[in-house]
Every structure is written in structure tokens, then in C-alpha cells.
């Protein structure tokens, strides 16, 4: 056999390795359909599989085929950008279809900034989780109905954000406290009463709270402060004085902290302003075993 009927053959070998190895629905040639990998079943594929699945679905799998069955690459290029323009057609207008609902139809708002809407639109249109999409759809009505809810730094910020770091911004939320501007929310982490000659040795000068026990380890926290979403450094409120009150609600929960002691200052981590805004998109779900926890915890040094 000649070297080059071995290489033919070696080629064709190869070719017919990789069309074996494709799942066989959905090809990605004129006239079939595509099946949308997050409807198939992920668990217990192969990476190759998944990866197979996922370069059919984008239009990228035509170095894949044998050579007598590849389109020529102008065709891919045209119908791979055919395929991104539909599916961010679709990606948006589901967007705006989700948006509508929270809309009123009777509330007269300002003008909406056209420019922060095509901004919007840019960001929007990338994203295909349904979870995301409502999330999307809750911003823009936000800001149709009072301009300038949502800064571009806030769009920005939300856009990097996967489905589960929205999910921990969530978690967050749950145990956040809010004062009477709304604006500043915080999670408490812990109290402590300034030293003195009186307090040095006791054990109770000081409590803290076990954030982690509740979805928000340390780590946690800095991924969050890597989205511009959360301080990662804990903050202090000014000193209260014994009996001096301090009003917060938690999720909607009225709470008035009293201190028992002079000088009782209470620690904790606060989102930033981008946070603060995207907290508007979180409805009170306050988590009851946080509270009682807090309570206790906190429970030799305030009353409430």
C-alpha cells in the first residue's frame, strides 16, 4: 500500500470517528433543527459529548464533520452569525415580554433615557435563563418607572453575574437589616463593648455571628466584593450608649435594638451602593432560624 492511499485511509478513519462520536440529532447542516443543550441531559454525558452538544447548538461544529460533508467556512461564519442575531432577537424580546408584567398601565413616569435603554438591550439580549430573564425584566421596569433606579454601573455589575452568584445575592438579602432610608443595608456579624478597666477580662465583651451557618462563609463574601456587590471589609455603627435605641427592620420585620451597656458598638458587612440597588429586585424573605440566632448571640449585650 502506497503512503499516500495509507494517509487517505488513515483521514477517512479519523472522519468517520468524529461523525460517530456526534449525537445525531440535531445536526447543524441546512434544513435540520438544533437541540438546545439545556434541554438535554447533562448528567452522566461525557465532556465530549457535552462539548459536541454544545458546538452543534452555536453553529461551531463544522471542523467536526468529514471534509466532503463541511460547508465552506464563508457559509458557517453567515449562518453562525444568523443564529447569534436569532437567538438575541429572542433573548430580548422575552425580556421585554417578562418586563411588561411589571409595568402599570396607569402610572405616568418621566421619560425613559433611550441611551441607558440600548444599554440595556446589549446586556440583556446575551442572557437565556429564564431566572435571569425575570431578573432583567424587574430592572427595566424599575426604571421605566422611576428613572435613574438603575445606574449603568449597576447594569455593568449585574451582567457579570452567573446564576448562582445571583442566588448568594439572594442569600445575602435574606439576612440583610435596613435603616429608614432604605438605602443602606447591612448584615450584622457580630457586637462588642469598647474595653474598659471594668470589661478587659470578661468573655462576654464580645459575640459574634455565625454567618457561615447560613450560606455566607467568608469566601462567599469576597466573591461578592468581587461583583461589587458586598464591602468585604466589616464596618462598625457608631457606640451606643446604654438604653440609646437603634431602629432597623429585617426583611420587612420591624426590629429596635436597645443596648444594655455604654458603649456597645455593632459590627457588620454592608452592601455597596450597586448592591443596594439590586436589592430592590429581591423581595422580604426574611430566614426565621437567622433571627433567632442573631438574638441569642447578641442577646448579652442588646435587648429588643
Not at 27 to 48: F, N, V
Not at 86 to 104: A, F, G, M, T
Not at 161 to 169: E, N, P, Q, T, V
Request: charged share 25%.
Amino acid at each position: 500500500m502506497t503512503e499516500e492511499s495509507t494517509k487517505a485511509t488513515s483521514q477517512g478513519q479519523q472522519s468517520k470517528a468524529v461523525a460517530t462520536t456526534e449525537p445525531q440529532k440535531g445536526q447543524l447542516i441546512e434544513g435540520e433543527t438544533t437541540a438546545d443543550p439545556k434541554k438535554s441531559k447533562a448528567a452522566g454525558q461525557s465532556t465530549q459529548t457535552q462539548l459536541l452538544t454544545l458546538a452543534k447548538y452555536f453553529c461551531l461544529d463544522g471542523a467536526l464533520r468529514p471534509p466532503q460533508q463541511q460547508a465552506p467556512i464563508d457559509d458557517r461564519i453567515e449562518r453562525r452569525e444568523r443564529f447569534n442575531h436569532n437567538r438575541r432577537q429572542q433573548n430580548i424580546e422575552k425580556v421585554i415580554e417578562k418586563s411588561l408584567h411589571y409595568c402599570s398601565d396607569s402610572a405616568i413616569s418621566d421619560k425613559a433615557d433611550p441611551d441607558w435603554f440600548d444599554q440595556f438591550i446589549e446586556f440583556a439580549e446575551r442572557v437565556s435563563n429564564p431566572t435571569m430573564q425575570d431578573l432583567w425584566a424587574k430592572i427595566l421596569a424599575g426604571e421605566l418607572t422611576h428613572p435613574g433606579t438603575f445606574s449603568l454601573k449597576t447594569l455593568k455589575a449585574f451582567k457579570n453575574l452567573s446564576l448562582s452568584d445571583a442566588r448568594l445575592f439572594g442569600k445575602v438579602c435574606s439576612l440583610g437589616f435596613k435603616d429608614n432610608s432604605k438605602k443602606n443595608i447591612r448584615v450584622i456579624s457580630g457586637v462588642y463593648q469598647k474595653p474598659s478597666l471594668f470589661n478587659m477580662l470578661s468573655k462576654n465583651r464580645e459575640a459574634s455571628i455565625s454567618l457561615s451557618k447560613f450560606g455566607l462563609s467568608y469566601s462567599e463574601i469576597l466573591t461578592l466584593a468581587d461583583h461589587h456587590l458586598l464591602f468585604s471589609q466589616e464596618t462598625e455603627l457608631p457606640p451606643l450608649e446604654k438604653g440609646e435605641e437603634l431602629a432597623l427592620k429585617y426583611n420587612g420585620i420591624p426590629l429596635i435594638f436597645k443596648a444594655k451597656k455604654a458603649d456597645t458598638v455593632i459590627k457588620f458587612y454592608k452592601l455597596t451602593p450597586i448592591g443596594a440597588e439590586l436589592a430592590q429586585l429581591i423581595g422580604d424573605k426574611p430566614d426565621d432560624s437567622f433571627l433567632s440566632h442573631m438574638k441569642s448571640k447578641l442577646s448579652h449585650h442588646l435587648s429588643y
